[in-house]
């Protein structure tokens, strides 16, 4: 679950520093001369495993970040399906990635990814700050969560949360609403109905017909409301709804907001191949449809948008990048 006060700042606090030195020598100049054979677009749990990997492969290797290693992790509240780590707090859990990659050394540049020409033997990345190139790219710039656009700032961590894999087991016991836009939240209702006693899925469209058809004891799916603000105190209470110009309150001590995913790849357009929803598409090696441009973590389309997933992939691409150069 996010943090209520995190943001990256959380994530950020003993890396920013050294990222501002770092920013001083990644002026243009300096960087339009220098190759590597692995770059990593993106600091996350994803990218730092890819660096690792490739590192320990003896390769010339650099991650760019634009904001702060630790990517999502860094921000997370609890964390209790990480292997090895029964409960754990996102940025305890980031910083001990951040640890491993100054231990090895790797390169840090402080940089945000704006546009790539993959054309030639060595891929070009540009940024704002620099152009960097390559003989190997790694892509691990993750995703964002479509957001309600109410209030649910007020209550991350509070009981507001995007992912119900991740923190469905916090309501064991209680009642959760799912804001769903056209079904959209129907997959983690369904999920969530295994662990809490009851799901209220409050969705915008009309969903009389597919909630007869898909009956589930302890999920009631209310048609053609949209959602107005979260209430509660210290924690969420409750959603106050409108529903056909009339007020509607739903008591409940969580809120899943499930109105998708959005992977942040408009830059690989018409560049990699994607799926419908923007994800981009790999071979079991990471591989995408360019040679020697790999994706990884959750910007990837994969099965799974998770820390032990995003480093399986970052293992797989770290390694196979490497192979060759
Ligand atoms: C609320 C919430 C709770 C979660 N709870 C859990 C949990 O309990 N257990 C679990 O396993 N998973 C959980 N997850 C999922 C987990 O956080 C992700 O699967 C994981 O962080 C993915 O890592 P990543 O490296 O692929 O992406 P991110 O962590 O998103 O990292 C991507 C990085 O790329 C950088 N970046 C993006 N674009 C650019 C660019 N153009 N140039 C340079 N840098 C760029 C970003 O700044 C960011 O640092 C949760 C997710 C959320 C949102």
């Known amino acids: 679950m996010h943090k209520q006060d995190s943001g990256v700042g959380l994530g950020a606090v003993s890396f920013v520093g050294e990222m501002k030195n770092q920013s001083k020598v990644c002026e243009k100049e300096v960087f339009m001369e220098r190759n590597f054979d692995v770059l990593i677009v993106g600091g996350g749990v994803a990218g730092m495993s890819a660096g690792i990997y490739a590192k320990?492969?003896?390769?010339?290797?650099?991650?760019?970040?634009k904001m702060a290693l630790g990517g999502t992790v860094g921000t997370l509240n609890q964390?209790?399906?990480?292997?090895?780590?029964?409960?754990v707090d996102g940025f305890t859990l980031a910083q001990m990635f951040v640890e491993q990659v100054k231990k090895l050394e790797i390169e840090i540049i402080s940089d945000d990814i704006l546009s790539v020409e993959f054309g030639g033997d060595l891929k070009v990345l540009k940024g704002k700050k620099g152009d960097y190139r390559a003989k190997k790219v790694i892509i691990a710039t993750g995703i964002?969560?479509?957001?309600?656009?109410?209030n649910e700032e007020e209550f991350l961590g509070?009981?507001?949360?995007?992912?119900?894999?991740?923190?469905?087991?916090?309501?064991?016991?209680?009642?959760?609403?799912?804001?769903?836009?056209?079904?959209?939240?129907?997959?983690?209702a369904k999920y969530l109905s295994n662990i809490v006693k009851n799901v209220i899925v409050l969705d915008e469209g009309d969903m009389i017909v597919f909630a007869k058809a898909n009956k589930v004891q302890n999920i009631e799916v209310v048609s053609n409301v949209s959602v107005q603000k979260i209430f509660g105190k210290d924690?969420?209470?409750?959603?106050?709804?409108?529903?056909?110009?009339?007020?509607?309150?739903?008591v409940a001590s969580g809120v899943f907001v499930a109105l998708g995913r959005k992977p942040k790849t408009d830059?690989?357009?018409?560049?990699?191949?994607?799926?419908?929803?923007?994800?981009i598409k790999t071979n079991e090696n990471m591989e995408t449809s360019v040679s020697g441009v790999y994706a990884v973590g959750d910007v990837r389309a994969g099965v799974m948008k998770q820390i032990v997933t995003a480093c399986s992939d970052?293992?797989?691409?770290?390694?196979?990048?490497?192979?060759?150069v």
Not at 79 to 87: C, G, K, L, R
Not at 235 to 250: D, M, T
């Open 314 to 324: 970052g293992a797989i691409a770290g390694k196979k990048a490497c192979e060759g």
């Open 267 to 279: 830059i690989y357009r018409k560049k990699l191949d994607l799926d419908a929803q923007g994800f």
């Open 79 to 87: 964390i209790e399906n990480f292997p090895s780590q029964a409960s």
């Open 144 to 150: 964002s969560y479509i957001e309600l656009g109410k």
């Open 56 to 65: 320990r492969s003896g390769k010339n290797v650099a991650i760019i970040e």
């Open 235 to 250: 924690a969420v209470e409750g959603v106050l709804c409108n529903q056909n110009g009339k007020e509607k309150k739903f």
């Open 158 to 188: 509070r009981g507001v949360s995007y992912c119900a894999t991740c923190d469905a087991n916090f309501f064991k016991g209680q009642t959760v609403c799912v804001v769903s836009r056209k079904g959209s939240g129907i997959a983690e």
